[in-house]
């Protein structure tokens, strides 16, 4: 899994627009995770892509194209990380680790329900 971090204007339609750029070339996104970072009126959107060299092609129209985005990187893998919450009739688990790490857990616990989430900063 790649994982490409992005810091972008906190408004309406942003997410759409980025979004847009890995639809038109049909790039799949297995995660995403948006949220306020530590700049005022700014997001950080966190991607998780399978198909790096597809990415690059999308992450280089996001500079060119969305005006929203204030910057870009394609995270190094020593700073990934991976969550998960998962659930069954005992209860609910919390799950932090690195990606194949929580992918061991996840697949060792056989929850009923689970969502799992890579991040990087």
């Known amino acids: 899994m790649e994982v490409v971090s992005m810091v972008v204007n906190d ?3 942003v997410m759409q627009r980025i979004v ?3 639809t038109r070339r049909k790039i799949n996104i297995e995660t995403i995770v948006v949220g306020k970072c530590e700049i005022p ?3 950080r959107v966190v991607l998780g892509v399978k198909d790096m060299s597809m990415a ?5 129209a996001l500079k060119q194209r969305v005006h929203d985005v204030i910057s870009i990187e394609i995270m ?3 700073r990934i990380e991976a969550y998960a919450l998962t ?3 005992n209860g ?4 932090i680790g690195a990606v194949d790490e929580v992918d061991r857990m996840v697949e060792a616990a056989k929850p009923d329900k689970f969502v799992k989430a890579i991040n990087a900063i």
């Open 92 to 95: 609910k688990a919390r799950l």
């Open 87 to 89: 659930s069954n009739g």
């Open 76 to 78: 190094e893998q020593a």
């Open 56 to 60: 690059e092609s999308a992450v280089n």
């Open 11 to 13: 408004e309406f339609g």
């Open 41 to 43: 009126g700014k997001a």
């Open 20 to 22: 847009g750029e890995f």
